[in-house]
């Protein structure tokens, strides 16, 4: 049997000494880009396959990213939001394109994610998307700031939250959801959806929601503004309370997408043609948006993006690189629910 191939045989074979071959194979800045060339060459001659446990034990690193994916839909249900499996690819191919693995672990909030991941060696760092309650969620980010943790995570933007956040223009976003439904009439405009701190992106889309009214001199009618988990579920409940109510609306802005077709389906089963009699927004563009009847107007948060960022900016983080957290535009995509 041929005998197993080591960085000494290659190093004979290129011409230089086995710790320049170790370097140049790890892409080490100490080495020249044409040496680098000669024994890449002469691995591949040899066949030579870099032993990635060992590599990583030396370096006490392990060429993994860990996903976490928290709950963030009302306890009991089995899914996860669209949006965030859209990204997952991006995600998944941006690592590959880094040399790096992807763990990927759905889980609820826990004190020890520093310690489970990045402390036992099984990821470089972490990718944190979703968090049910923010206001829980955000001492969770304290904790791991200050245990030097490398993470980012996909979420509201702003000084106050911890660490490298990357996350869309959400108020933005719901400025121009609602300009878009005035400037086609309408001037009751309802708002499904959590407005509070403990969900500070659809806090944000609110935010927006209000400063277009506000520009065209319209005071928010507080009736018109219900509460709503992101579920389809809730959507449907809160527009059927919304009915039942007898409140004058012309229009419906759902804080995601999810909550906007929950809407539409009890708009249909009451009979109320869309958009002819109410019109319907959402907000994140899920692959469903697009096909349900009527197709739905939303704001679209491009996953692609956000995955590549997200793991372009841990790798900075990873090599003690300066990175600063970043907001990325929407856009909107109109379609038959206005």
């Not at 320049?20 to 000669?38: C, E, F, G, I, W």
């Not at 841990?314 to 629910?337: F, G, H, N, Y």
């Amino acid at each position: 049997m041929r005998s197993k191939i080591t960085s000494f045989d290659i190093a004979e074979r290129a011409g230089v000494s086995q710790s320049t071959v170790s370097r140049a194979l790890s892409d080490s800045p100490l080495v020249n880009q044409a040496t680098k060339d000669k024994v890449l060459a002469a691995a591949k001659e040899l066949d030579y396959r870099v032993d990635k446990n060992a590599s990583n034990l030396r370096r006490q690193s392990s060429n993994t990213i860990a996903l976490l994916l928290f709950e963030e839909t009302p306890e009991g249900t089995e899914s996860i939001n669209p949006f965030y499996l859209s990204m997952l690819g991006s995600i998944t191919r941006a690592c590959a394109n880094q040399g790096y693995d992807l763990l990927v672990s759905f889980q609820q909030l826990s004190d020890n994610m520093h310690r489970e991941y990045e402390d036992a060696h099984k990821a470089d760092g972490l990718i944190l998307l979703g968090y049910g309650n923010y206001l829980d969620y955000h001492q969770k980010l304290l904790n791991l700031q200050s245990l030097g943790a490398h993470f980012v995570r996909w979420g509201a933007t702003g000084e106050q939250f911890p660490g490298v956040t990357i996350g869309c223009d959400n108020r933005t976003g719901g400025f121009e959801l609602t300009s878009l439904l005035l400037d086609k009439g309408c001037n009751n405009i309802a708002f499904l959806g959590d407005v509070s701190a403990n969900s500070p992106e659809l806090q944000h889309r609110f935010q927006g929601y209000i400063d277009a009214l506000n520009q065209r001199g319209i005071n928010a009618n507080s009736f018109l503004q219900l509460h709503c988990e992101i579920s389809e579920e809730s959507g449907y409940q809160a527009t059927k309370t919304l009915l039942a109510s007898g409140a004058k609306f012309d229009a419906i802005f759902g804080a995601c997408d999810y909550i906007a077709l929950g809407a539409i389906r009890a708009l249909k089963e009451a009979d109320i043609a869309i958009p002819q009699a109410v019109k319907v927004v959402g907000f994140d563009d899920i692959p469903m948006a697009k096909y349900g009847v009527p197709s739905l107007t939303t704001a679209l948060q491009d996953p692609n993006l956000a995955g590549r960022e997200l793991v372009h900016s841990l790798l900075k983080l990873i090599k003690d690189e300066p990175c600063a957290s970043q907001t990325l535009a929407t856009q909107l995509m109109v379609r038959d629910s206005t």
